[in-house]
């Protein structure tokens, strides 16, 4: 099993930029497909971005499209998350996860498929 670890939430304000990291041990990273996921106060977890295991293949949200990019370096064992032009929406605990699945070019989009999850990192994006 892998282990999955968050960082690099924060306070930002609207317009700003983060970079999420999430960092395995445990397993080596490039074995699974990758997602981060997102859930506000009173909302439900809702999917973000994935990424296939070799990194060639991508899925985001509609509403972080052109916003949000989702990396992997697999020598690291470390998959990112990196969000620019952040809005007040995009407040959340934001979550990575790891899949054991093989999906080829369609890295899932639906939390039930992830095996293993982080604990989570705020963002706050003021406005």
């Known amino acids: 099993q892998v282990q999955l670890v968050e960082s690099g939430g924060g306070l930002v304000q609207a317009g700003g930029s983060l970079r999420l990291s999430c960092a395995a041990s445990?397993?080596?990273?490039?074995?699974?497909?990758l997602g981060w996921f997102r859930q506000a106060p009173g909302n439900a977890r809702t999917f973000v971005a994935a990424i296939s295991r070799s990194g060639d293949f991508r899925n985001y949200a509609d509403s972080v499209k052109g916003r949000f990019t989702i990396s992997r370096d697999n020598a690291k064992n470390t998959v990112y998350l990196q969000m620019d032009s952040l809005k007040s929406e995009d407040t959340a605990v934001y979550s990575c996860a790891a899949d054991r699945r093989y999906w080829e070019t369609n890295p899932s989009k639906n939390p039930g498929t992830y095996d293993y999850w982080g604990q989570g990192t705020q963002v706050t994006v003021s406005s």
């Open positions: 445990g397993d080596t990273l490039k074995n699974y497909d």
